[in-house]
């Protein structure tokens, strides 16, 4: 099973402040890599599918690389509606895994 | 719009079974992969199973496997989940998700609580 690793478990930031997660496949993935973003008692939503790009509805400032086994994603300049917690998803050979997730926290 | 919404949550004891569902619209369900995914309480995001669009695959976590079976009504634009032979380490929020296609869940449903106990 393809095993993903996400960090940091937690990072605490200020608003505007650039914020990057990275996430690690224990295997090649090509670009079969989403993330979401989850706010407490909320279901996971959408925000970059296919490694990078960005979903329907979802600012610009979230923004995914990556390739192979090394993702990252980033959001360029943190606001108040940012803080939530993280995840990373996999999506190779008709297996799906996440990551353990980052929550992001005001500094 | 797409609404995804779930059913069929509760307290069951160890053993029993549950069946699950997820009622949706605002979309052609006949064309799309669903998923079924699950939260422990405090817990980070589990994928349990994946059905095709026709239902002529599906794919299980290995936590899962044997115990669980995903299927779907196309006629009724319903997800199912039937648990079997649960144990205390399944309580959790149960979504359902659509698949856009490329692997990801592009719209979930508001979840519903299945808690194993006695």
């Known amino acids: 099973d393809i095993q993903m690793t996400q960090s940091p478990s937690s990072v605490s930031a200020s608003v505007g402040d650039r914020v990057t997660i990275t996430c690690r496949a224990s295997?090649?993935?090509?670009?079969?890599l989403a993330w979401y973003q989850q706010k407490p008692g909320k279901a996971p939503k959408l925000l970059i599918y296919?490694?990078?790009s960005l979903q329907s509805g979802v600012p610009s400032r979230f923004s995914g690389s990556g390739s192979g086994t090394d993702f990252t994603l980033t959001i360029s300049s943190l606001q108040p509606e940012d803080f939530a917690t993280y995840y990373c998803?996999?999506?190779?050979?008709?297996?799906?895994?996440f990551g353990q997730g980052t929550k992001v926290e005001i500094k | 719009q797409v609404q995804l919404v779930e059913s069929g949550g509760g307290v069951v004891q160890p053993g029993g079974s549950l069946r699950l569902s997820c009622a949706a619209s605002?979309?052609?369900?006949?064309?799309?992969?669903m998923h079924w995914v699950r939260q422990a309480p405090g817990k980070g995001l589990e994928w349990v199973a994946f059905?095709?669009?026709?239902?002529?695959?599906?794919y299980y976590a290995d936590s899962v496997k044997g115990r669980f079976t995903i299927s779907r009504d196309n006629s009724k634009n319903t997800l199912y989940l039937q648990m079997n032979s649960l144990r205390a380490e399944d309580t959790a929020v149960y979504y359902c998700?659509?698949?856009?296609?490329?692997?990801?869940?592009?719209?979930w449903g508001q979840g519903t609580l299945v808690t194993v106990s006695s």
């Open positions: 998700a659509k698949d856009n296609g490329a692997g990801s869940l592009d719209y």
């Open positions: 605002g979309f052609t369900f006949s064309s799309y992969g």
């Open positions: 059905i095709r669009y026709d239902g002529s695959n599906k």
């Open positions: 295997q090649g993935i090509s670009s079969w």
């Open positions: 296919a490694a990078s």
């Open positions: 998803q996999q999506a190779n050979s008709f297996t799906w895994t």
